[in-house]
């Protein structure tokens, strides 16, 4: 009878066990699919890069904000080219768009598992700037703008100089969310009207391979499948710059990639 009960109570711990690990590990690959890295058998390309700003940076003026007492109680610099120890921030560097399946990595596919939600691309009215000024998004993915000021703003945003929406944006308010039925190719101007100084570019991808630069003009693509393929690089003031890479196999799936501007490209 002991050793029943023994054979029974190990049989039970047994199934509680696996059951246990099946939703471990169910659990930690939706937590990695949430974080938007999936490991695969096998390497994915991966290209890392810098944007350089080569010759003596433009200076950046003083913004005159005096007309909103909330703003004015800040100095803010103009956005326009921002360049730190010669790298460049607000590039957004993509793999050329029609170069991937739409909407999907370049990576093997994954099991089949219930779509995540898609979040929105944010960008925050903050100290009467935007935060991000570039930010990238997906064909069809949502943008939400936010308020984080104590001061009203209107966003005012524009498709190819066609209008796509015009908000108010009161202190307090929920973000706004925005559906911009965009292409890939768009480039959305959002503006305020009560502060001509604020401009933020949200660009639009038909892939989700892009990243934009920061103060140390640094980028990272990665889940690209063997290839060739063509790199983009955008800036709003200093316009686009192409180069081709070639995506190889173990110790060549990792390649470095470097964009240059200079002050004569400045529109």
Known sequence: MVRLANAILLHVAGRVASAVTTVTTIGALWAVLAAGTVAHAGPEGVVKGTVIFEGEAPERLALHRETDPYCAKLDKLADDVIVTKGKLKDVLVRVKNGSLPAGKPATPALPALPALPALPALIDQKA????????????????????????????????????????????????????????????????????????????????????????????????????????????????????????????????????????????
């Open 128 to 267: 009467c700037m935007y935060a991000p000024r570039v930010i990238g998004l997906v064909a069809g993915q949502q943008l939400a703008i936010r308020n984080s000021d104590g001061t009203f703003h209107n966003v005012h945003g524009t498709i190819a100089g066609k209008l796509a929406w015009n908000k108010p944006a009161s202190p307090g308010d929920p973000d706004l969310a925005l559906d911009t039925s965009t292409h890939a190719g768009d480039i959305i101007d959002v503006v305020c009207d009560i502060h001509p100084w604020m401009h933020a570019y949200a660009v639009v991808q038909d892939h989700a391979v892009f990243a934009v630069t920061g103060e140390d003009g640094a980028f990272e693509l990665t889940g690209l499948a063997p290839g060739s393929y063509t790199l983009e690089a955008w800036h709003p003031t200093l316009g686009t710059r192409s180069l081709a890479v070639q995506i190889g196999k173990g110790a060549k799936a990792a390649v470095t990639a470097r964009f240059s501007y200079k002050r004569s490209d400045m529109k």
